[in-house]
């Protein structure tokens, strides 16, 4: 859905920063890639870092994307000597504090694909905050391993 042409002009201008003057009062996500889901799995887990870089805290209220049904954000937990996932809902990120999603720890999990993912490609996540914030970023498909 997304063509080459478009990702390369976004790199671009993004690599370059022609226009982006860094906002010290804004969010942003950095480095957000996913995994295609294995065959036969409609599931896939998105890694970033969400930077807060604000003075007041922030709460997630509502994750979406256009190519899944739902967006979850997860915590790996121990628990009974076994690894869990649970949701974590209105996770909250204070002031200028940064939220790591990784492997082992907090995640976002993509339920439903509405088309094939394939290694290469790119979509946007759209993070939605309580009191109307709203960032938006380009998540990239990794080839596994
Ligand atoms: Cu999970």
Redesign the pocket.
């Known amino acids: 859905m997304f063509r080459l042409i478009g990702v390369c002009i976004l790199v671009l201008v993004g690599f370059t920063g022609c226009g982006q003057k860094p906002n010290p009062e804004s969010v942003i996500v950095k480095n957000a890639f996913m995994y295609p889901p294995v065959p036969g799995s409609q599931v896939g887990?998105i890694y970033m870092v969400l930077e807060n870089q604000t003075s007041s805290p922030i709460v997630v209220n509502y994750i979406h994307t256009t190519i899944a049904d739902r967006v979850?954000v997860?915590q790996?937990i121990h628990e009974d000597g076994m690894m869990k996932?649970r949701q974590a809902k209105h996770l909250k990120i204070p002031a200028k504090q940064k939220q790591l999603f990784e492997p082992g720890g907090y995640?976002l999990?993509v339920f439903d694909f509405y088309e094939p993912i394939t290694a290469g490609s790119r979509f946007t996540l759209v993070i939605e905050f309580e009191g109307g914030q709203r960032v938006e970023a380009p998540v990239d498909v990794r080839p596994q391993g």
């Open positions: 887990a979850e997860h790996h996932m995640h999990m």
